[in-house]
Structures are given as C-alpha cells and as structure tokens.
C-alpha cells in the first residue's frame, strides 16, 4: 500500500528453518490473544508445543485479515483447499476454558 512504509526485517538463521505445526490451540483473554503452535504425529502420546505467540487483539486481527487474504491468493492461483473430515473449529480445553485448532 502507498502509505504503508518500508522496512527491512532481520531473520536469524535459526529461526529462518522455522519449525512445523500441524495443530494449533488458540486463547485469549481481554487484552490478548495467545497461540500455541504444536505437531501431533503418530505414536507421539500428546502434542508437543514448538511455539507460543502472544499478541493484542488488534493484531490478531491484522493477523487473521493477513492469513484471509493469502489464503484467497492461494486458492485463486492453486484452487480450493479443502479439509478433510468434519471442519471443527473449537473444542474443550479443559484449565483453558476453550479454544480453536487447525
């Protein structure tokens, strides 16, 4: 965008290889939002939180307006994602209270 200024960003080597997740657990509580990135894989008991992120709720949104946004980009240029199964968003979270997961 045109009012939007430019920056440059530093990426570490050791956070450029990144780190995959299959699961996400998404809280929140008045003034943020708090997302734990995790793997399940076979034989694994329970999922493994790799990352947290924590984040106001503007941001979350940015955040979600972002991912919309790229995940309309995909689709137009690669076609519809589907989900496997019933799409279920959230689930009970026992000491959270709730939350979602991809």
């Known amino acids: 965008m045109a009012n939007e200024k430019e920056f440059k960003i530093?990426?570490?080597p050791e956070v450029a290889k990144g780190s995959y997740s299959n699961f996400a657990i998404i809280t929140h509580s008045h003034s943020e939002f708090?997302?734990?990135f995790a793997t399940m894989l076979p034989g694994i008991a329970k999922p493994?939180?790799?990352n947290r992120i924590i984040m106001t709720p503007e941001h979350a949104k940015r955040l979600f307006l972002a991912l919309q946004d790229?995940?309309?980009k995909f689709e137009n240029q690669h076609g519809q994602i589907t989900l496997g199964g019933e799409?279920?968003?959230?689930?009970?979270?026992?000491g959270f209270g709730g939350g979602a997961k991809s």
């Open 48 to 50: 493994e939180v790799s």
């Open 10 to 12: 530093e990426l570490k």
């Open 34 to 36: 708090v997302i734990d």
């Open 70 to 72: 790229n995940i309309n």
């Open 87 to 94: 799409p279920k968003a959230t689930f009970p979270m026992g």
